[in-house]
């Protein structure tokens, strides 16, 4: 993952926001010339050797722009904190995968994995945005049965992760992975399975950006989400308790994806799965926003809601 | 002397194609090289029941320049930290803070030949934490670098 460029004001990194907001403006007229550029180094898969370039070339333009706004700026680092000074945000987020979230519960509790079991049941497809959906989605259910040390479903699931991956014309890829989890089944070997299903998923998405489908990518990872939220709110409803609640606890993420869907293409930001995930992203992230003192039970169970009906949804390709 | 300009252009050309791959091959080789010494460092918390996620973060940045991620955590897990450069003779410096500003606890290794940092951490709170650091080559204008980690 390349570095993403949004310059900031950093350094001790607080207080951030009000750093943000007081040199905004000045930034915004210094970062704004090189956002083309900016743009078009997005656009470029993260193994890019063009891309590296182009950060090359960006950083160094930065740093001569950062000499400037020191210039510029130098009473206003004083004034706000002397420790304050140029840096760079990468703004790349590295989504957790669920089994960072299962192994807590894990430690809370003993919760019944196989119960949180969902049958695969995919409809055939040839919509892409959807497929990755569902991928993502399949990869997730994959941790769960890890979780449940559930040989024939992470057999199943292996078995659909080669179906999906032929239908996103990815299987080449993905193939040798899908066969190392069902090898590794067969063994009963459930943490290299598990670094299976993330190898798979990385895989898959790494493909997506070097084929500039960036926004399926971003699709692999919601699905993921939405399918390891589900999990976790349904465990946590089961037995509730203010540290297992916290757990819930993921405005990055949410703030991520709603970002991520703003800067898709219209075709994909505008398909009626990521319309309604986005809506529900909304609903989830005030729900997260409001529980200053901790989620309440019905709060956890909203939340659910939310990502359970989003992930029948796309399941069923309705 | 008579050229035959379809052999210079030639000649030209694979020159030119050759340079690029070079170039590219270097660059590919000095990242990858990064995140190889993220994964050495890796190895000893392997051994002692890490889980080491396979995306990560890297790139190429200005010596000395800070960089920041925000990484969500979750309260129970253990986290490691390895940031690995691929350039020799850089200091490295990598400190994490919770919402607040709060620098958390850690145990913190280094490399004694300086191409990895490790830093082990207990996030106090399930949320967003700030992973700020930074790589001061005593050589090099640029160096290239790669944050993993791993939980458990």
């Not at chain 1, 990872?221 to 297992?244: E, H, N, P, Q, Y």
Request: with cysteine; glycine share 8%; hydrophobic share 40%.
């Amino acid at each position: 993952m390349g570095i993403r460029c949004a310059w900031i004001a950093e350094g001790c990194p607080w207080p951030l926001n009000r750093l943000r907001f007081r040199y905004f403006g000045l930034l915004l007229d210094v970062v704004k010339p090189l956002m083309p550029l900016f743009k078009l180094m997005l656009t470029l898969s993260r193994r890019n050797w063009m891309r590296r370039l182009g950060a090359a070339l960006v950083l160094l333009l930065c740093t001569g722009q950062s000499s400037v706004c020191a210039q510029g700026s130098s009473a206003g680092v004083q004034e706000f904190d002397p420790q304050a000074f140029p840096g760079y945000v990468v703004d790349d987020v590295v989504v957790p995968v669920p089994s960072e979230v299962f192994s807590v519960l894990d430690k809370l509790g003993e919760p019944n994995w196989k119960q949180e079991i969902r049958k695969l049941d995919m409809p055939n497809t040839g919509d892409r945005t959807l497929l990755a959906l569902m991928f993502g989605t399949v990869v997730a259910e994959g941790f769960v049965a890890v979780q449940a040390e559930d040989r024939q479903s992470v057999q199943d699931i292996g078995r659909e992760v080669i179906n999906l991956s032929k239908n996103l014309g990815l299987s080449k890829s993905v193939l040798p992975h899908a066969q190392a989890i069902l090898d590794a089944a067969d063994r009963d070997d459930w943490s290299a399975i598990r670094k299976e299903f993330d190898r798979t998923q990385k895989t898959v998405q790494d493909q997506m950006e070097k084929m500039k489908d960036a926004d399926l990518s971003q699709c692999v990872s919601m699905g993921g989400w939405l399918r390891g939220t589900t999990t976790v709110t349904s465990i946590i409803t089961k037995s509730f308790s203010a540290d297992r609640a916290e757990l819930l606890n993921q405005p990055l993420l949410v703030e991520h994806f709603i970002a991520a869907i703003s800067k898709m293409p219209e075709g994909t930001r505008k398909h009626g799965q990521v319309v309604k995930i986005l809506a529900g992203l909304k609903d989830v992230l005030a729900r997260m926003e409001s529980a200053v003192d901790g989620f309440s039970q019905e709060s956890v169970e909203k939340i659910g809601g939310v990502c359970s009906s989003l992930l029948t949804d796309i399941r069923t390709g309705k | 002397m008579n050229l035959n300009p379809n052999l210079l252009r030639r000649s030209f050309l694979t020159s030119a194609c050759a340079a690029v791959l070079a170039v590219a091959g270097s660059a590919l080789a000095t990242v990858d090289d990064a995140h190889s010494f993220a994964m050495e460092a890796a190895q000893s918390y392997v051994d002692q029941g890490f889980i080491v996620r396979e995306d990560y973060w890297n790139g190429e940045v200005k010596s000395g320049q800070k960089l920041m991620i925000r990484h969500q955590l979750f309260k129970g897990n253990e986290y490691a930290f390895w940031l690995g450069t691929a350039n020799d003779g850089v200091d490295l410096d990598l400190k994490i803070y919770d919402e607040k500003g709060k620098s958390i606890e850690m145990d913190r290794k280094v490399d004694k030949n300086s191409m990895f940092v490790s830093v082990r951490v207990n996030p106090p709170k399930t949320g967003t934490y700030t992973l700020v650091f930074s790589l001061k080559s005593h050589s090099e204008k640029s160096v290239f670098w790669a944050l993993a980690y791993g939980y458990r």
